[in-house]
């Protein structure tokens, strides 16, 4: 979570978001591991405040978040390539 916190734009948060859920997906691991591994990293993300990271780092956690959210639903509906389906 370190590089996604870190991350210096949107577009390189999502870069991280997808190579960890695709490498999940590659792995075959199935849908619960890999929802849980979403809900964990919501769940980190969420336990991080702003005044402890920063203004940009605050914006990054909210962006991934959110990106986060959107794959745990394309994930639990089932759909192939959950990580294709991130929001622009």
């Keep these: 979570m370190d590089k996604v916190i870190n ?33 964990k990293s919501i769940n980190q ?3 991080l405040g702003l005044l402890e990271t920063g203004i940009k780092a605050g914006l990054n956690i909210q962006y991934a ?11 639990e509906k089932g759909k ?4 294709n389906k991130l929001a622009k």
């Design 45 to 47: 993300l969420t336990g």
């Design 65 to 75: 978040k959110a990106q986060l959210e959107i794959t745990k639903r394309n994930v």
């Design 80 to 83: 192939a390539g959950s990580t």
């Design 7 to 39: 991350a210096e734009s949107c577009e390189q948060v999502k870069r991280y978001l997808v190579a960890a859920v695709g490498s999940l997906e590659k792995q075959e691991v199935g849908q619960l591991l890999i929802s849980r591994f979403i809900d």
